[in-house]
């Protein structure tokens, strides 16, 4: 009964971080858009201030959507059964860590292994995300051709 005590409460704490990082990046966006509408620059400092925060904003929009992206999968793993086991090797993922990071799909070995080796695991690594891209074949007289982006397909849940 303790363990599904407190599946229950990493499940009620992954659903409160969802609804919140849902509604930030809401906000976020929305500003983004109240930004654009009403862009009166002053001056080319005026200008480059604006630029930067723009950038910190879409960098912190990417952050959270990448965490949500997490969040999300974690869920599904509940849902699934799966939820506290490691997806690479299989083993249990610590309580601790669970408690810790509650989206996380790895154990603390696996991480370990996964940054020492600079590789990005999970939904959202970069390896995953540019796979789609890497198998568009290239045709002999497409080489030289411009580039269209709607050729490629594209999953925007995975934008972590």
């Known amino acids: 009964m ?3 005590d407190a599946l229950l409460r990493l499940h ?7 609804d919140a990082l849902r509604k930030a990046l809401n906000g976020d966006l929305d500003s983004f858009r109240e930004f ?12 480059a201030v604006d630029t930067a925060n723009d950038e910190i904003c879409s960098q ?47 154990c ?11 590789q990005a695991f999970g939904p959202g690594s970069d390896e995953h995300r540019w796979a ?4 568009k074949p290239i045709e002999d007289h497409d080489a030289d051709s411009d580039i269209n982006l709607s050729d490629f397909e594209m999953d925007m849940s995975e934008s972590r």
């Open 132 to 135: 789609k891209v890497y198998d």
């Open 108 to 118: 603390i070995d696996c991480q370990r292994e996964n940054e020492r080796n600079g």
């Open 60 to 106: 912190l929009v990417e952050i959270e959507s990448r965490e949500l992206g997490q969040i999300e999968h974690a869920l599904q793993r509940i849902e699934d059964g799966v939820y506290g086991r490691c997806e690479y090797c299989g083993g249990k993922i610590a309580e601790a860590r669970l408690n810790a990071l509650p989206y996380t799909n790895s």
């Open 36 to 47: 654009a509408a009403t862009n009166d620059v002053g001056d080319s400092v005026d200008a």
């Open 2 to 4: 303790a363990r599904k």
């Open 12 to 18: 009620a704490r992954l659903v409160a971080r969802r």
